[in-house]
């Protein structure tokens, strides 16, 4: 009997192992006709672009001949600049056929996930439609050697038990199971840095209709969450009836700032002064200040963990409104449109800003030089969309640029799209009491970005946190599937990637346009681990060099990992480089105190924001009348700013009363 039920077991086992294989075939069958597909999908399109190209190219030469747009050649000051916006360019000026321009594409694949009940009923999200979970985080460890740890674990028992005593709250260990997003690491677990987090997404509102007798409308809508505290360090005694006399303090300072503003743009802007004056911009701004309304509400709200930290939590509600009958952001973004306009405003307000904050850290020539590049690269994609979407509109029944961009925001809103940036910022900013505390405060952070381009030395197995970087994490939610495709399919490589960019095998055979689809086809969820560059001097050693050449082999507890010798080359040129970035802020933070010639202005003006800020009789007052109602400002807990889309924000400029309006929300803590 004994005979018969072992046979019968390992039946049983064989058909499980036999169902494991066929399932690994089916999944592996199901990858391999995805490719066949793409690659299909990619000959077709190479077939229908060379049947386009005859009829673009005589297209071309008529609209050459009718005076139409050029071929536009860039010179923002950076070659690297320059190629991107070319590469751009070249990608909007090809043939698309009956799909439009790369904009239509968008709005095209956005309209896929919206469907409308009936006539006169809301827009509402498609209960079909794909959604595309994507997290980029940065890791202290380098590529390779987590697989290596886990295999080497199971024969070591000695590094195996080390293992076990990672504190529990390290982010980064290895023997996490989870796939997608929840593999990402969680930042608030750092021991020992600061939790920063920051959200960006897209909020419907009420329409117009909606709002029935209002006579004005938020453009801006802030919220702080304050943690305050008695002048006992006690949360206050009646934090209600407190609030309602903060409310009138606030109010008052928001209307005296605001007065403020007002008197010092109309004397004191360029754009106000007989050298520098632009009547058209004067115009605008002075439109849209003068309209401003502000708002202001204050009312404590109950937080449980509020009473741990002793103090109470007060929310102070800012919004700034402007007539719901006329548009006053219009004629600003009119102005903006045009070039001279936008050339007069680099030249007179971000260059004199970048001089002097350069001026301040000793390179005043550094950060004017690129502060100019980055104007010139946002002008020239300005003018290439516009150039592009002028071309396109020259049909009988154009489409405003402004109304697809509506229908994308739509859908977006909808889809509740959010882009959320985590980080764990080391303790190296100092009390901005000098300013050779905020120089160094500067220098030191600018330093721990660039430490997750250098390579560990010596690496740590398993990993734990730098406490000289800082961690980062960026997590795109519910972005639509469809668009993500259509980003990919036009603008990423269809080229394999070159010997010195390649991480896995699959990189030799698929392009990154086939793998990022079939990745977009196959998962809802990507997960996406930035690793340190690979040093020798990290302690790691690469197989193809181990025991070869007359080396001597890996001790059995050394890191080993599988990377090609040009990946390891450039592994370490960028790390070289980056630590020569590093030596570098390092000796500048040695001599922060130090002023050179160009930082005496950047430093008198920092030394008067200081001073400002202490003596400023509007702050000074606002400070004292709080000390007068027994409140101390202990942090802010919570911030949100909604700042409104110029979407039919006024009755003059609506095309359907029904339709919802959009704000952009940002929420940090």
């Not at 009936?118 to 439609?129: E, F, I, S, Y």
């Not at 080993?560 to 990946?567: E, K, M, R």
């Not at 970035?581 to 000796?587: N, P, S, T």
């Amino acid at each position: 009997m004994s005979t018969v039920d072992e046979l019968r077991a390992l039946i049983e086992a064989e058909q499980r192992s036999h169902q494991a294989t066929m399932a690994e075939l089916h999944r592996e069958t199901a990858a391999l006709q995805s490719v066949l597909a793409d690659q299909q999908a990619a000959f077709t399109e190479l077939i229908t672009r060379v049947t386009e190209l005859r009829v673009a190219k005589g297209e071309f030469m008529a609209s050459q001949a009718a005076g139409g747009a050029k071929l536009r050649h860039f010179q923002t000051g950076c070659g690297l600049a320059d190629e991107i916006l070319m590469r751009l360019q070249a990608k909007l000026r090809e043939p698309t056929g009956k799909s439009g321009s790369l904009l239509d594409k968008l709005v095209a694949a956005a309209k896929e996930g919206l469907t409308r009940s009936g006539r006169g009923q809301p827009v509402r999200l498609a209960a079909d439609v794909a959604h595309t979970n994507i997290a980029i985080a940065t890791r202290p460890d380098i590529r390779g050697v987590r697989a290596w740890a886990k295999e080497h674990w199971a024969a070591c028992p000695r590094c195996a038990a080390a293992a076990t005593k990672l504190p529990r709250q390290e982010p980064y260990s290895y023997s996490s199971t989870s796939k997608g997003l929840r593999a990402a690491p969680d930042l608030r677990r750092v021991p020992g840095k600061r939790y920063r987090r920051v959200v960006v997404r897209l909020l419907q509102d009420r329409s117009l209709e909606a709002r029935g007798e209002e006579t004005t409308i938020e453009v801006v809508r802030s919220i702080l969450l304050l943690r305050v505290q008695s002048p006992q360090g006690q949360p206050l005694a009646d934090a209600r009836a407190t609030s309602a006399t903060v409310a009138d303090v606030v109010n008052r300072a928001v209307r005296e700032a605001l007065a403020m503003t007002q008197a010092r743009v109309r004397t004191s802007a360029p754009w106000n002064q007989a050298a520098t004056a632009n009547t058209e911009l004067s115009v605008a701004v002075d439109l849209l200040l003068h309209s401003i309304v502000p708002v202001v509400r204050v009312k404590a709200v109950n937080n449980p963990y509020a009473a741990q930290d002793r103090c109470s939590i007060l929310q102070v509600e800012v919004r700034l409104c402007t007539p719901i009958q006329i548009s006053v952001l219009t004629p600003l973004l009119d102005v903006m449109q045009r070039a001279d306009h936008r050339a007069y405003i680099a030249a007179h307000l971000w260059t004199p800003l970048a001089r002097t904050v350069g001026g301040f850290f000793g390179h005043q020539d550094v950060l004017q030089d690129y502060t100019g590049v980055a104007v010139r690269f946002v002008d020239g994609l300005f003018d290439l969309f516009v150039q592009a979407e002028q071309q396109r509109q020259r049909t009988p029944h154009p489409v405003e640029v402004t109304e697809k961009l509506y229908v994308l925001a739509h859908a977006l809103a909808l889809s509740n799209t959010t882009v959320e940036l985590e980080l764990a910022v080391p303790n190296v900013v100092e009390q901005l009491r000098s300013t050779g505390a905020a120089k160094r405060s500067g220098l030191r952070l600018a330093r721990a970005l660039l430490c997750n381009l250098t390579a560990p030395a010596p690496l740590q197995v398993p990993p734990a946190t730098d406490p000289g970087a800082v961690d980062l994490c960026v997590k795109i939610t519910r972005a639509p599937t469809a668009v993500l495709a259509l980003l990919n399919n036009t603008f990423s490589s269809n080229e394999r990637l070159p010997s010195t960019s390649r991480n896995s095998i699959l990189d030799l055979v698929v392009t990154p346009k086939i793998k990022i689809g079939m990745a977009l086809k196959l998962y809802s969820e990507l997960f996406i681990e930035v690793y340190r560059p690979f040093s020798r001097q990290s302690g790691v050693v690469i197989a193809a060099e181990n025991g070869v050449g007359g080396r001597p082999r890996a001790p059995a507890c050394v890191p080993v990992v599988d990377l090609s010798v040009d990946t390891v080359a450039a592994n370490e040129s960028l790390s070289a480089a980056t630590a020569t970035w590093v030596e570098a802020l390092r000796q500048q933070e040695q001599h922060a105190e130090e002023d050179s010639e160009v930082e005496v202005k950047g430093k008198a003006l920092a030394e008067q924001l200081l001073r400002d800020a202490e003596q400023n009789t509007l702050v000074g007052r606002v400070k004292k009348e709080l000390e007068g109602l027994e409140v101390k400002v202990v942090g802010v807990a919570n911030t949100h700013l909604d700042v409104a889309l110029p979407f039919g924000l006024s009755l003059m400029e609506a095309k359907d009363m029904s339709r919802p309006l959009f704000y952009v929300h940002v929420e940090s803590m």
